[in-house]
């Protein structure tokens, strides 16, 4: 593996540390009127999404870990796993629930995902910013309930409950962000 140096950080770098592997969120060079430089840093856990503060000398040296994205299909979930076939070598492979986290929320079967790959072992899912899901139930709108901004919940057809407005129908495909599980549109 490659060795980089804090003078090398960069948003979004991944390093292999002593306690588990972290991305890079945020980094700042300091140089104190007295003492030696330091660079401060906010690093989040690429395993459990746990995000931390870590402080490092100037020009200390660490493993910087090269996570891969693979292009999969999302086959099915099984009861205990999810499967996903590779595109290219149509191997399949059985992910467990806790690696995918929330992503789970928003997989249809059929559809590509990028997965991301430290070596042979899943860390992680790299989902679009928004999603199309189909409304699987959600309660009629009363009529003269029409108070502006009034919403209702809706069961998509992974699972997911949503928040939507009083004129979503059942059978209906919605835009949906991934980043906050919010309502955007209508497909």
Do not use: C, W
């Not at 402080?55 to 999969?72: L, N, P, Q």
């Not at 629930?97 to 899943?122: C, F, Q, R």
């Amino acid at each position: 593996m490659a060795q980089i140096s804090t003078s090398d950080f960069r948003t979004g770098i991944t390093v292999d540390l002593d306690e588990g592997l972290f991305q890079i969120s945020d980094f700042q060079h300091v140089k104190p009127g007295k003492g030696g430089a330091f660079v401060r840093t906010t690093l989040k856990n690429v395993r459990t999404g746990a995000v931390t503060d870590r402080t490092f000398r100037a020009g200390e040296k660490m493993e910087r870990a090269v996570i891969d994205k693979t292009d999969m299909q999302y086959l099915y979930n099984d009861g205990t796993s999810y499967v996903f076939m590779n595109t290219e070598t149509y191997e399949q492979m059985e992910v467990p629930p806790e690696t995918l986290g929330d992503a789970a929320d928003y997989l249809v079967e059929a559809n590509s995902i990028n997965l991301l790959m430290y070596g042979d072992e899943i860390v992680g899912i790299d989902m679009p910013a928004s999603i199309v899901l189909q409304v699987a139930d959600t309660e009629p709108g009363i009529q003269g309930d029409r108070v502006s901004g009034a919403r209702k919940s809706a069961t998509m057809q992974t699972g997911l409950i949503v928040q939507v407005p009083l004129f979503v129908e059942t059978g209906e495909s919605l835009k949906i962000d991934t980043r906050s599980g919010d309502y955007i549109e209508r497909a």
